[in-house]
């Protein structure tokens, strides 16, 4: 009953959204996938609108951080949360999670984390702006937006972590709308795909300088029936050691239903200053394709996927991205949406072709570690 209202869902929007029939490695997409907008600060502003008079209990909305820095093996992810603005049912709350890596490299592979914390707070902690990222929630956690590619980062966990970082765009932000009008909206934009992160983190009684580390943000805002969209997700940014050109990279993908190991996804790429979109509904090929998987801690069934290799092409560029897990935890937000969600860290090799006569040539090759979720129902 579950997959058939999975499939009666994912229909609904795709017949909302005019979808044509995909067409596997088609040479011209067929609508536009240029990926040719520009976003200004407003894009990244709180997005909630006391209009909405469907599903308003279960809109959500978050802004997700990431920092990875290699040179005090430290990593971060964290998010700034806000569920039920209206309070229809007396159970509208603030958030704050945040996950903290104090070893991420010469650790055996799937280390848990040091730190996994998650916060709840009255809803009247809770401030934001459509204008930008600007908000508070909880007291002393904040974003405070200096100037639409600068943001200041401060905020501290119940188990004794605190940060006070600076986020600085390095990459065009990107989006990605799914909307059935009064049923259904699913919304994201990676407002810093790449960005660079300078601060102070203490955790454990130690104070990390950070300096220069590799840095990520996105929010996500609407209607989520999360436990039907078990999300795939990956980030690498860095710097070609060859070109010297900045790349950013966001994937996102589902499993289709009543099958046992078929896709659908999206990419999404920034190099050295071209956008570029890979994606099933844009007529492209895309496959990812899990290489090993391990057990829940504790959850019978469950599995998670730690090993992975994503390729994909349009008509111009090609895509090959293998990703082997490092670390990993429970973020805890996904309980609250009913999702067991595996936030991990994870060394990448990317490769970057063009078309060339009718084959492919390398246009770059890069390495370096980034984040991913792997996502399941808790039932």
Known sequence: MLNLLILALVAGVAESLHFPPLQKGAGTPPWDCSDSIKYNASAD??????????????????????????????????????????????????????????????????????????????????????????????????????????????????NGATWNLTYVQLADAMQVLVQAPGVLELDWISYMPGAVVNGLVTFNGRTYQVKDAVGYHDHNFGFWPQPLFNWIWANYNGRSNTTGATFAMVMGAYKIPETNDT?????????????????????????????????????????????????????KYRLVVEYKTRVWSLNPAGLDMGLLVSEQISAYHVQLFQASGNGWSLLDELTGEGFNEWCDTII
Request: proline letters at 5%; one cysteine or more.
């Open 263 to 315: 896709y659908i996804g999206y990419v999404l790429v920034r190099y050295g200053g071209q956008h570029i979109e890979f994606g099933t509904m844009c007529g492209d090929s895309f496959e990812l394709v899990p290489q090993e998987f391990v057990p829940w801690p504790g959850r019978d069934g469950k599995t998670i996927s730690v090993h992975n290799i994503m390729a994909t092409h349009n008509h």
């Open 45 to 158: 502003g709180y997005r909630w609108n006391p209009g909405y008079n469907v599903l308003k209990v279960e809109y959500s909305e978050w802004w997700f951080f990431t920092l990875i820095d290699p040179v005090n093996n430290l990593a971060m992810a964290y998010g700034y949360a806000v569920h039920d603005p209206d309070n229809v049912f007396g159970k509208g709350m603030s958030g704050l999670s945040s996950m903290v890596y104090e070893k991420v490299y010469g650790v055996p592979e799937l280390n848990i984390t040091t730190l996994n914390d998650d916060q709840s707070f009255k809803l009247d902690s809770f401030h934001a702006t459509p204008d930008n990222a600007t908000l508070s929630v909880g007291g002393g956690n904040t974003i405070t937006v200096i100037d639409a590619q600068t943001y200041q980062v401060v905020g501290g966990s119940a």
